[in-house]
């Protein structure tokens, strides 16, 4: 059975291959920045929802370097909603939780029905 976030885990974990010669300080942060940069937010929001579920099948370098992109972003994945929660933080003001995966799929999907032509 193919999981549905196993090309997700297996493009981490090449990523972490990539890096793993410069050494674990290094290849952490550029896993984490790599992934920043470069993956979609919705990306990111799944991968995030698997590594709360365990990171089943990410190497070690890439689960660490998750965690650290995870806890950078305060769990958002879009720089502007995580530039949003530092500066809450920073003011002392509540953080906003980022939504569960289905709740951005169902809000993207709308209500299901095609607009009449």
């Known amino acids: 059975m193919h999981s549905p ?7 981490a974990n090449d990523i972490a ?3 793993h010669p410069q050494g674990e300080e290094k290849a952490i942060a550029g896993i984490a920045n790599h992934i920043r940069l ?9 991968i995030f929802a698997h590594l ?5 099948g990410l190497k070690p370098l890439a689960l660490k370097a998750l965690q650290k992109l ?4 305060h769990g958002f ?3 502007a ?3 949003a929660a530092a500066e809450a933080i920073a003011m002392g003001d509540p ?8 709740q951005q799929k169902a809000k993207a999907s709308g209500n299901g029905k095609r607009a009449k032509s």
Not at 5 to 11: E, F, I, K, P, Q
Not at 70 to 73: E, G
Not at 95 to 102: D, G, N
Request: proline share 10%; net charge neutral; glycine share 4%.
């Open 70 to 73: 995870k806890a950078d972003m």
């Open 81 to 83: 909603e995580a530039k």
């Open 5 to 11: 976030n196993a090309t997700l885990v297996r493009m």
């Open 77 to 79: 994945s879009t720089a």
């Open 52 to 56: 709360d579920e365990g990171g089943e």
């Open 95 to 102: 953080v906003p939780q980022p939504q569960p995966v289905q």
């Open 38 to 46: 470069f993956w979609e937010p919705r990306m990111k929001k799944q």
């Open 17 to 19: 291959n990539f890096f």
